[in-house]
């Protein structure tokens, strides 16, 4: 939990900060706070599956589990790169659904790698769920750091952030 607080919070404070930046500089934070926001992510989701204490044998495939990574660190820069392009544009939310799926994206490829002495079942209604309240969650935290209304909307991006992981 800590995990995901801090680094949503310091994600988002970094999105701020590519909004704010024009040439290289932009592409540094963009960089630096795609790999942030990827890597709170991909551990916040990794160290609940390591809690995750099951009476069957199970384990992970590294493949999977890396490329989930890459997964996540990947779509959280093009959806920030997308939401920092125009300062009034729809884009800036169209950026935070890329975010939002980019978590759902990294969560079931990550659920792929895991190996468990049995069947895992998806409930079709959850997973449209999940990818529709990611996505919601995403637009939203991109949203409050694109079009603040108050000093403290970057909370409010944060916030949304931790609800779309």
Do not use: D
């Not at 680094?7 to 404070?13: A, D, K």
């Not at 890329?98 to 994206?105: D, E, N, S, T, Y």
């Not at 049995?118 to 079709?124: I, K, P, T």
């Amino acid at each position: 939990t800590v995990i995901c607080v801090l680094g949503s919070m310091l994600s988002m404070r970094l999105f701020t900060r590519v909004r704010r930046s024009q040439g290289l500089q932009k592409t540094n934070w963009l960089f630096l706070s795609g790999f942030v926001g990827g890597s709170t992510i991909w551990t916040t989701h990794f160290i609940a599956m390591l809690g995750y204490q099951t009476p069957v044998a199970n384990g992970y495939e590294p493949t999977l589990t890396l490329l989930s990574l890459f997964a996540a660190v990947a779509t959280t820069m093009i959806g920030f790169a997308i939401a920092s392009i125009a300062q009034k544009s729809a884009l800036i939310e169209a950026g935070g659904v890329i975010v939002g799926l980019g978590i759902a994206v990294m969560h079931y490829v990550g659920i792929a790698g895991y190996e468990v002495e049995g069947r895992l079942e998806w409930q079709a209604s959850y997973v449209v769920a999940s990818l529709v309240l990611a996505g919601l969650f995403g637009a939203v935290a991109t949203n409050r750091v694109g079009r603040p209304i108050t000093r403290f909307c970057r909370h409010g991006a944060a916030l949304s952030l931790i609800l779309a992981i």
